[in-house]
Structures are given as structure tokens and as C-alpha cells.
T-cell receptor, first 111, second 111 residues
């Protein structure tokens, strides 16, 4: 079964609004990463947060991590049409190099 | 930097035929990953290599699948014989630690 599960599966908002996506996972991790996938393309890394960090920012992105609840959230502020994509969280099982991806959230930004 | 290069971009083949997918990782990266993406199962890790050596192939579906990395700049994923249920997008990714850098995938259709 998937290590990470995103919520919601799909999200549609108006341009300019904020978008929040959540990820839950099952086992202890070293870090959690978020990736974006545009239609027909490979995944692109957005941000990495380590298990000893609680919050991280990168431009319009804000990621939080709550290891006690085994959950993370990705906030995109002031959304743009170009943010339309699928967003995936990925976790590395402690001691293992491989990344396990969730099912993703499909985000649509309406102009 | 050209990024991770995969070929072909699209492959249509008949059931029973052999299929070979190719990947050129980013120069200097020492890890290479093969993922498969379908609507039903999401992104699944098939196999990964460190320094050209297969480390974990537990995700390879069955003996019909095989992967090789003869040198640091080339990897192949072979399916023989192919079946309709193998239809998916196959991604190759490389890394030097974190994060992963993905190619744009090969869309495989087996009829």
C-alpha cells in the first residue's frame, strides 16, 4: 500500500486564492518531499522538509510537517493558472533510499 | 544540463512482443530509479540502482521485467513478453542524494 496519501484527490479554485493540500504517511521518515507533475511530463521537485523541521518556505510555497500526526501540508499562496498540475508527496522510509509517492492531488486553477 | 533523457517517448506494441525502454541519467548522479505510473496504482517504484548496482528490485512485477545498468550513463528496462496490463507511463529518475530528477517518461501501450 502507499506510504503517503494526499487529500483532497482533486481541488479546483480561482486564480489568486490559496491552495492547501495534505499528505499523511504511515511509518517513520527521514524527510518528506513535494513534487509537481504537469500533464504529460515527469515530476519536478518542489521542496524537501526534514523530520526535525516543522515548517519550510520557498517562494509562494509553505510546507509544514507534524511527525506526531504523520502528516504534512503544502500551501500555495496567490495561485496562478500555471500552478495547475498534480502534486505528490513522497517519503523515504528510514534507512532506505527509495522514495514512495502518494496518489497525488490534482489542482486546477481557474482564471 | 539536458536532464534525464528517456526514449522512446511513446511505444505501441502488440501483446507478446519485447519492449525495451531506455534512460540516460544526469551526468554525475549515482542513483537511478525506474517508476511506473498508472491511474489505478499511482507511481510505483520498480527498481533502483546505486553506482550501477541493483539495490532493490522488490517492485518488479514479475520475471517478465528486467532492468540493467551497464554503465553510469545508461539503463534499460525490458519487458518480455509484454501484456496489455503493462500499459502505463514508465519514468526514469536519477539523483545524487536528494532530490530525484525525473525524465518525461515513456508512454507504453500494449494492444
Amino acid at each position: 500500500s502507499q506510504q503517503g496519501e494526499e487529500d483532497p484527490q482533486a481541488l479546483s479554485i480561482q486564480e489568486g486564492e490559496n491552495a492547501t493540500m495534505n499528505c499523511s504517511y504511515k511509518t517513520s521518515i527521514n524527510n518528506l518531499q513535494w513534487y509537481r507533475q504537469n500533464s504529460g511530463r515527469g515530476l519536478v521537485h518542489l521542496i524537501l522538509i526534514r523530520s526535525n523541521e516543522r515548517e519550510k518556505h520557498s517562494g509562494r510555497l509553505r510546507v509544514t510537517l507534524d511527525t506526531s500526526k504523520k502528516s504534512s501540508s503544502l500551501l500555495i499562496t496567490a495561485s496562478r493558472a500555471a500552478d495547475t498540475a498534480s502534486y505528490f508527496c513522497a517519503t523515504d522510509l528510514q534507512g532506505a533510499q527509495k522514495l514512495v509517492f502518494g496518489q497525488g492531488t490534482r489542482l486546477t486553477i481557474n482564471p | 544540463d539536458a536532464g534525464v533523457i528517456q526514449s522512446p517517448r511513446h511505444e505501441v506494441t502488440e501483446m507478446g512482443q519485447e519492449v525495451t525502454l531506455r534512460c540516460k541519467p544526469i551526468s554525475g548522479h549515482n542513483s537511478l530509479f525506474w517508476y511506473r505510473q498508472t491511474m489505478m496504482r499511482g507511481l510505483e517504484l520498480l527498481i533502483y540502482f546505486n553506482n550501477n548496482v541493483p539495490i532493490d528490485d522488490s517492485g518488479m512485477p514479475e520475471d517478465r521485467f528486467s532492468a540493467k545498468m551497464p554503465n553510469a550513463s545508461f539503463s534499460t528496462l525490458k519487458i518480455q513478453p509484454s501484456e496489455p496490463r503493462d500499459s502505463a507511463v514508465y519514468f526514469c529518475a536519477s539523483s545524487l542524494g536528494s532530490p530525484l530528477h525525473f525524465g518525461n517518461g515513456t508512454r507504453l501501450t500494449v494492444t
